[in-house]
């Protein structure tokens, strides 16, 4: 999952277009996974996507594990986004790849199957790593068919970041188990009083578009492929155009026209849908005061919403796995390294970790207390396990809606392509 600190993924994504599409890996042989690099000084690659914020802020929590860890040397490499995925695929298919990496729930199946990816069990029931004191069910996001194939670093969820000055002036205060119905009828209000856009447009929001899938009893994905079917996406995208055209969602021209800043910090709409640790961005952006709105319901109850996370893996090539599961625990236990990293990743992911650093800001506080009210008031679910091929299906639903949304292509035209790619991307 996305975090502060850098573009976020789906703007990363539409940028990208079909890019992710052509990043092909072949097989790589496996390795043992049994070394344990004892006797002498160990080295591990350890690699990550992000900005040169959140590389500062890697580089001193290793340097307190290195303090800590005397025969453990860590070699670093970051890189944006696409930049690192591109690259990591050159690594894997070499046979090359990071000891350990930043990793997210779109690609777990993907490398597994590639037998990219090391197993952490084996190091769990040795006492190399703890998958104790994890936060609201946050110790099963990594596990992928009896594997535990990542460890999560950070939390967030989709939420409803708005402009608090319009809301308030158009008179709206969103509680939790609101309604589409209402949600619908505050954009209009948004429009005729303030004469803004209610919101920045719905129709490349791919996990906002799962969360309303779960809330109708699918998803967007199941563990084999797409959860869902044509008739679905085209009634979804026709309410996106209809909201378009009557006003209530900004014209995706005008979105594309002000990036990379936000549509609602260039005050052309008064909310969006996007993860909750991206509020950070709206403030360094706008004028405003902007803030965290519960996600819209079908029954006033069922929110469809889970805590999604970047996680750690480990290379199954490594030669050292005991030192890259002790690595990891540090990165997700030791106090110190929350209060270096704050929210940069998302929540801290463990107790431990959620308890050592406690934001001074207001946009911070609003982030934990946003996830705060999703675990107290129990609407949290587990998320949907991924597919392989799950990151090119993605970049297919972001690079087709906006060529909807720009008027390039019609809704039924759009959800045909979209399936066409998706089938051949999953394999079914």
Not at 64 to 89: A, G, M, R, S
Not at 169 to 177: D, E, L, S, V, Y
Not at 373 to 379: A, R
Not at 408 to 426: G, I, N, P
Request: proline fraction near 4%.
């Amino acid at each position: 999952m996305p975090t502060s600190g850098s573009v976020d993924r789906r703007g990363l994504l539409k940028i990208a277009g079909g890019s992710l599409a052509a990043l092909g890996l072949t097989a790589a042989g496996c390795g043992s996974g049994s070394g344990s690099g004892s006797g002498g000084d160990v080295t591990l690659r350890y690699a990550w996507w992000g900005s040169e914020d959140r590389a500062k802020r890697i580089n001193r929590t290793i340097a307190l594990f290195e303090e800590q860890h005397p025969k453990i040397k860590i070699k670093t490499e970051f890189q944006p986004y696409l930049d690192f995925w591109k690259k990591f695929n050159t690594q894997a298919s070499g046979g090359n790849p990071p000891d350990v990496f930043q990793n997210a729930v779109g690609f777990l199946r993907k490398y597994d199957r590639k037998n990219v990816l090391l197993d952490l069990k084996q190091q769990v029931s040795a006492g190399n790593l703890s998958m104790d004191g994890f936060r609201a069910g946050l110790a099963t996001f990594g596990e992928v068919d009896g594997k535990l194939l990542g460890v999560p670093v950070g939390s967030n969820s989709m939420a409803l970041v708005i402009d608090e000055k319009v809301y308030e002036k158009a008179g709206i205060a969103p509680k939790p188990g609101w309604t589409w119905d209402e949600f619908d009828a505050a954009m209009r209000t948004i429009r005729d009083t303030q004469g803004v856009a209610g919101d920045s447009g719905m129709y490349g929001v791919m996990y906002l578009y799962d969360l309303y899938l779960r809330q109708n009893g699918k998803a967007f994905f199941t563990a084999d492929g797409l959860g869902f079917t044509e008739a679905d996406l085209t009634q979804w995208w026709t309410k996106a155009e209809a909201g378009v055209k009557s006003g209530i969602y900004a014209e995706a021209s005008k979105v594309a026209q002000v990036r990379p800043k936000s549509a609602v910090a260039a005050e052309l709409a008064a909310g969006e849908f996007t993860w909750d640790n991206f509020t950070v961005r709206y403030t360094a952006e706008g004028k405003s005061s902007y803030g965290l709105a519960p996600i819209p319901t079908t029954d006033g109850k069922k929110t469809g919403q889970y805590l999604g996370s970047l996680m750690l893996s480990g290379s199954r090539r490594t030669k050292h796995p005991k030192e890259v599961a002790q690595f990891i625990n540090f990165m997700v236990h030791d106090p110190e390294v929350a209060k270096i990293m704050g929210y940069d990743r998302g929540v801290p992911t463990t107790t431990a970790q959620y308890e050592a650093f406690k934001p001074t800001d207001e946009v911070n506080k609003q982030i934990a207390a946003y996830e705060q009210q999703l675990v107290d008031t129990g609407v949290l679910e587990q998320i949907t396990p991924h597919p392989a091929g799950a990151d090119v299906a993605e970049a297919a639903f972001l690079r087709i809606a906006e060529e909807l949304g720009l008027g390039k292509r019609s809704v039924d035209s759009a959800v045909k392509q979209f399936f066409t790619e998706s089938k051949t991307a999953l394999g079914s």
